[in-house]
């Protein structure tokens, strides 16, 4: 398989929430993080967004926002990635979660 990603992906450990707007209500949920790089993030959630859809991560103490790229159903949840509106916001939001 070709790899297509601009930035390497680390394995990332943590739970975040995931808030995006749907006919005009505020929605969230929790998510936990599978692997995250300075370009996006793949989620595992309960509920799939369409592809397309803007979120906002909430992450510790930072917040980021996003895209749903792609979503897939697998056995213990819906696998999304998300890219990041800002390539270098992930980086900022680590070190002010590992800030105390």
Not at 1 to 16: D, K, N
Not at 58 to 82: A, F, P, W, Y
Request: glycine share 10%.
């Amino acid at each position: 398989m070709i790899e297509r990603r601009f930035h390497p992906r680390l394995r990332h450990t943590e739970l975040i929430m995931i808030c995006w707007e749907e006919n005009s209500t505020k929605s969230n949920q929790i998510a936990s993080v599978r692997d995250v790089s300075p370009g996006g993030i793949a989620i595992l959630a309960g509920q799939a967004l369409p592809v397309g859809t803007p979120v906002t991560i909430t992450c510790g103490k930072g917040e980021l926002t996003g895209i749903v790229r792609h979503n897939s159903q697998l056995v213990d949840g819906n696998c999304m990635g998300i890219e990041f509106a800002d390539a270098e916001a992930w980086g900022d939001v680590a070190h002010r979660t590992a800030t105390p």
